[in-house]
């Protein structure tokens, strides 16, 4: 997957991987932690949510300029990892009011933005030579891959620091408690026989008194919570130490400015047409983070209320972080001993690990009993398993279609991946049909459930569409810019993804206030609409890719 690539592109893989589990144990839990900290309601938090995710990539353009002002792009880098770290050890100490964990939100953004656009652009300056210009859109594909990694395990990891804590208290998850006990709290509990029941069955005995119960179980799960966040500051020192050492095989820009002055400057109509070409994908691109990020708002209430609460062995099979490493070996071994060019050793390799995988594979799915418990923040986890798993397809999709000189251009894969993100929400719409709304409910646990692959099934769809379109723009994003205003444009298309960021509150807004399908149909207009603007100007978005 690295063959031929410049070893620069290890060091923003690994560092890169690092900060994105940090970041990703974080926002698996991070609207159940609001809530059950603070007992916040879906719109609120949904307001907060959104504004976090804007401050996230809204920085990086100030990162951006930063760094391209004083061209000392590995600096300011390091400086956003020390900042993040610090944000990190904010959110990790538990018993915070609301607004110092404000704070530490902020301080992760601030950090994030100094640090995330601008290691993009060095990905995209390992590719300004031309010895590896054709291979800029497989390297950030690859890059993009190191980011889900990172966040592959990331919700396995706060779910269990949570569980542990919680077990260590003498309590068991149960995802619908905590809205319950804020309910009883405050005194908007008309009938305690759930609580009641669900307080029974997380402590093993009969609970007596609600209120000391209530009480001590909000605030160990948000502990549970904090000490999650711990892991993620404990990742960013890793992220923190590959970087510092390794940093030197990244491009040093300051220096190439310096010695070559011209090699940075443009024509300004060039420039012009350039800045247009982007300011055209970032405005589409809007669209798609507004209904893509709603995995970690709206699909998330729709995991928790809606889904499904156990599953029976097969299914287990993939929330269960051991049978998902299983499953890994078995592919990777398929693909090491099927691989075209693959060597007799490589083959072998291939198949001890094929062997390995099937039989842990058959080892956990025999052990799992009839019906298996299954958590919501767990369905984050499914977004970065598919694609590190559908990553090698999709490239090896484009070497092929490359080889044949009928590879699609980078906005036309945009393009695609805004019509295949409306089919994953057309999969929403018909597992909803039948469903209550929120406004009915009225904040009681959901009497219907429904299968998770409705979700599951909608990732795949969703996840495929991001690998068409994300690393796509960021790759498009590098080769347009125009040289001096690399970090500036890396910090544009992260600014886009952060208005549709700060988009996000319509689904929380309209959570409980339409029909589910009505809410998921919104975010299909959203997606065709944006892919017709796209294929509408596709002659202009491929022109100015032409010299570049």
């Known amino acids: ?40 309601e879906a719109t609120r938090t949904g307001n907060i949510y959104s504004n976090f995710y804007f401050a996230i990539y809204g920085l990086a353009l100030v990162g951006g300029i930063i760094a391209d002002k004083t061209q000392n792009y590995k600096g300011v880098i390091f400086l956003g990892i020390i900042t993040m770290l610090a944000g990190y050890v904010i959110m990790a ?10 704070v530490g939100l902020y301080v992760i953004a601030l950090g994030n933005g100094l640090f995330k656009g601008n290691l993009q652009a060095l990905v995209g300056q390992l ?30 990891a706060a779910n269990g620091i949570r569980n542990w804590y919680l077990r260590s208290k003498g309590y ?9 006990c804020h309910r009883f709290i405050d005194g908007s509990l008309t009938d305690n026989t759930t609580l009641q029941e669900l307080a029974n069955n997380v402590t093993g005995t009969q609970v007596a008194d609600l209120s000391t119960f209530t009480s001590n179980y909000l605030d160990v799960f948000s502990t549970g919570y904090n000490y999650a966040f711990g892991i993620a500051g404990i990742s960013m020192i890793i992220s923190l130490v590959v970087y510092a050492f390794f940093k030197s095989q990244l491009p040093d820009r300051k220096k190439q400015a310096a010695e070559d002055k011209a090699s940075i400057e443009m024509p300004k109509a060039e420039v012009k047409k350039r800045l247009i070409a982007l300011g055209l994908v970032f405005l589409v691109v809007i669209f798609f983070w507004m209904s893509f990020h709603q995995n970690g708002l709206t699909l998330s209430f729709f995991a928790r209320d809606y889904t499904d609460k156990t599953v029976e062995p097969f299914t287990n099979l993939f929330f269960d972080f051991k049978s998902i490493l299983a499953i890994f070996s078995l592919i990777v071994g398929s693909i090491l001993l099927f691989g075209k060019d693959s060597k007799k050793l490589v083959k072998g390799i291939g198949g001890i690990l094929i062997l390995t995988g099937g039989c842990f594979i058959y080892y956990f799915y025999t052990g799992y009993p009839g ?52 089919l994953g929400f057309v999969v929403m719409i018909v597992g909803s049909m039948s469903l209550m709304s929120p406004s009915i409910l009225g904040g009681e646990p959901a009497p219907d459930r429904v299968s998770p ?10 996840t495929i569409s991001e690998l068409f379109l994300s690393p796509m723009g960021i790759s498009f994003v590098s080769k347009v810019s125009p040289p001096k205003l690399q970090g500036l444009m890396q910090g544009g298309w992260l600014l886009a993804t952060a208005l549709g960021n700060k988009l996000l509150f319509v689904g929380s807004l309209m959570w409980d206030k339409i029909e589910l399908w009505q809410l998921w149909l919104i975010f299909v207009v959203c997606c065709l609409a944006s892919a017709a603007f796209i294929f509408s100007i596709m002659k202009r978005l491929e022109s100015s890719t032409k010299g570049a």
Not at 93 to 102: D, F, K
Not at 172 to 180: I, K, N, R
Not at 393 to 402: C, I, K, Q
Request: proline share 7%.
């Open 453 to 462: 692959y409705w979700l599951i099934n909608t990732y795949l769809i969703l």
């Open 93 to 102: 100490t538990p018993n915070l009011s609301l607004t110092i964990t404000m």
């Open 1 to 40: 997957m690295f063959k031929g690539h410049p070893k620069g592109l290890y060091v923003a893989f690994f560092a890169n991987m690092g900060e994105r589990f940090g970041f990703y144990t974080m926002m698996s839990c991070l609207v159940f932690f609001l809530q059950s900290s603070y007992g916040l």
């Open 127 to 156: 590719y300004d030579d031309p010895k590896y210009e054709k291979l800029r859109d497989s390297a950030f594909s690859v890059f993009y891959m190191g980011i889900n990694v990172g966040a592959l395990a990331a919700p396995f």
């Open 172 to 180: 068991v998850y149960d995802a619908d408690l905590p809205s319950l």
């Open 371 to 422: 019906v298996n418990p299954i958590q919501p923040e767990i369905f984050q986890a499914f977004n970065p398993i598919f694609i590190v798993f559908l990553t090698p397809v999709v490239l090896a999709l484009f070497a092929f279609l490359r080889k044949r000189n009928i590879e699609p251009s980078t906005p036309r894969k945009i393009g695609i991946g805004m019509i295949l993100a409306s």
